[in-house]
């Protein structure tokens, strides 16, 4: 229960300071009590006294003797006259009936007074009574007759005085014990009362004087109470911060001057304000109340008692201010609730923080437009340089030159191969660096990738006089799952730098596995040369990208000096690390880690080609200055000029080298070959002229490849259903895929060298072009891209693509079937987008129709809420139509 | 002969009763001697009461001593009050109210002897208040009442 506002008083909080003041209240309360009582009763015995029950006994009693003897004395008159005269008469009987009336009195008073308790005072009354009555009949006797008998009633009366005054004396003698028996009592009482007042006033005394010392302690105590108020109050209003206290209603108590200073109001016009009413924004004071409320129902609040707290709030001149609270609830003295408020204005800190995330907003921009800069160069320097390469390339091999020319001309396809070498690694570095790994995990033979590397190392290795040795673990794992192409880049990358800075010496390749918690590996891989090692001072830098170093290892070589950095952020991107040890003349021991997972049975296992993958250098896959080319040499080169079975080809590129550079590999290789500059030239030719292939650049002036497949597909002319080629240097899947969408058959990605060139036409053109296929119900597998697959790509290599294709949209189908239950639309879009991609590429465009129908719906999201399990159910049975097709393909290989 | 003297002697006072003095004033202006019949002619005052001198509740009726005392001129002056056992007490004028004290002529409507206390009795309606039941009233209430005076300072 909580207590009503103001239900304390003040003597309550006496007592329960000094709880002993209770009982010395009733003590004193019971002093007073004796003491009222004592005096009631002296006073009742005093008014006994006063308001006399009876006449005075003694006085009653004595009177007895004096009547008696008047009546004798009466008598004796009488009798000394001899004559019973009427005045005698009369004296006589008025005598006698004093006396009478007398003994009457006393009887009356003393029975009254219980006889004091003397049985014998009664019967001497009575006797005396008894006489009287017999002397009373003797007097009212007629005179004569009471003459005659007045000598006997002398007689009478003389013997009678003798008990009356036995009777007096006795009765005296009991009025005196009995009043000294009273005036004992009364004195005792006395004593009684004086001792009780006493006493009181003994315990008033004390009570005052505990009083007096309560007073004082209370005093003393407001004194400090005071005091440290008064503390607290200059240390509130010393405060840096605002110090706001309000009341159980929300009315400020204190204000102190750092508050003045926020919120513009002096403290005297603030105390006595609702906080609510003064500082809080209109729009929030609604809410505020509320919570005010609701603190007040339950205990707790929406500020109070909840650590910092930013809210707006008002000043006094209408402005708002952001401000930093922290709200303390509390009771005061008298149980009743209060609110400390400690207030920073924080307007200052958030224009900083504003500031400072513009600052850092622009210098990231800054810094990704500069990294955005040098892709673009790089990318923009690729092409000129693959124009460069393939020129020297066709001159070398068809044109007859000189021992000299030909020297030069090797060299300067060296140059050139390295400039380009240094390109893609620029390219490489911000790559990786964008955070993504390029690759998604796969399943490799790590025992393998490490006996391959060492066996490409050891022809350079025995150039240079060296050894190599490799140690693999006994117990290594046939197959892990990882960045295979990363691991393979760092591991050529610190292999070349050994064959490379070491001579007539020795080189160590080791792996070593350490098992992780939970499952997997982490993989070490040390490689170790007697080489020229690398000063200390510099070992920290050489794995900074950029970084040239003034001498030895970079200059030494005609390396990019991105290697190591290269090999830094993809051994990071594994989950590991690079390093080295290393001194000057000794040789250097590189290592690097990286995270590797078991392979899973789903994953498929990738063995394909992987060496440009080693980034060994360029000696080794140049030739020798005398050497020859690496692939065919020029001599067994057939001459330009079209083959009898030689295809029309039209090559659409704006850009004049790469134009020049494509049509003499065409034409080397024996195709009839038109050129175009732009998109909408390339259109207007093919519609007008049957090309059997079309090699379309991306980006044109004018319209580019995409818009121009468009166009072309959309109205074929007389090149219908010619295959279009892209040519690209993107290569973002979102973008295959938008080429894909467009009609684009496959694409290659430059630079397109003559091997990559030959490779792709073989076979082609004795292809026959199949037939467009109704728009209604497109084929299983689009025969033109999987001819073209085949052409490009050796039997086995296609072969094993097919499987990873087919396990990959397996995978995407139950991503999809996961987001479709969690009604994720967004991710559901990106997944079956993706899944199209491949799958156009893959020429399976029934698989894709299904997938994108899936993305589309996705995209409409939740409006249309359509159920998308029919749709995967679709796409599942299209993907099963593929594997079949494939199956079926396998047999009547198409690839030569 | 003494049978009828007794007779006679015992009719006698009935009829000297009537005219025998009870109470004798003296005053300022002169004495005066007042029988049972004066008394009953002055206005009558009555109450019923218990005193300390007789058992149970009685009713005591006569006139207003304040009244008879008036007769003679001695409203205001200090008295005398004498009764026939030769007790006397002193009256201040502050002691003499308009209605009590009273000169009883009668007890429960009769009236009574000196062996009672009789014939006048001053009596306080002692009942009526605690004022009446003190010393100095009971002292003033004397009974054998014969005389009143002005007592000579």
Redesign the interface.
Known sequence: MRRPPGSRAPAELALRIFPWLVPLLGVVLLGVAVLLFSANQINRNLERN???????TSWVVA?AE??LL?LQRALDATAESRMLTDTNLATLR?RF??F???I??IG??LA?QDWFGAPELRQQWDTLRGHLRDQ?ALID?????LAESLPALRADLARQSTAVRAFTLDALLQTVERSDAERHALNGLLARFSVAALLLIGLLVGATWVMVVLTRRLQARALATERIRSNLEKTIDASLDAVIVADARGHITHFNAAAEAIFGYSRAEAVGRDYIDMLVPERMRAMRAQALAEFHRTGTGVLANRGRVVVPSLRKDGTEVPIEVVVISDRDATGEPVFFSFVRDISDQMRIETNLKRSRDAALRSEEAKTRFLAVMSHEMRTPMNGLIAALDIVLRTTDLTEKQRHFLAIARSCSANALEQINDVLEISRLDSGNAPEAPSAFDLCRMLREAAEQGRPLAEQRGNTVHLRLPDDAPARVTGHRRLFARVLGNLLGNALKFTRDGRIDLRLALTPRPGGGWIARVEVEDTGIGIAEDKLDRIFNAFETLDSGYDRATEGTGLGLGIARRAARLMGGDVGVESRLGAGSLFWFTARLDPAGADLPDTVDDLTDAFPLPASLTTPAPSGALPDDTPGTDTPSGPRPDGLDVLVVEDNPVNRIVLREMLQHLGHGVTEAVNGAEAVEMARAHAFDLIFMDISMPVMDGVAATRALRAEPGASDGVPIVGLTAHTLPEELQRFAQAGLDPVLTKPITLNALRIFLEGAPDQEIPPPAPPQIPPVLDVAVRNDLASALPPEVLHQTADRFLSEIAAFLEDLARQIEAGDHDRIAATAHKGCGSASVFGAPRLVAALRRIETQAKQGNAAGGDQAPLLAAARAELDAVRAALAAEDRPAIAV | MRLILAVLLALLPLDAQAEQVLLRLTGPAGGLALTRADLDALPQQDFDTTTIWTEGVHHFSGPALADVVALVGLTGLPLRLSAANDYAVDFAAADIGPTAPIIATRIDRAAFSARQKGPLWVVYPFDAADEYRTEAIYARAIWQLVAIEARTP
């Not at chain 1, 006797?141 to 007759?145: D, E, H």
């Open positions: 006063q308001a006399a029950r009876t006449d005075n009177q004096v009547d008047k008025q009936d004093v009478y009336s007398r009457d009195v009356r008073n009254q009373a006797a007629p005179p004569l007759l």
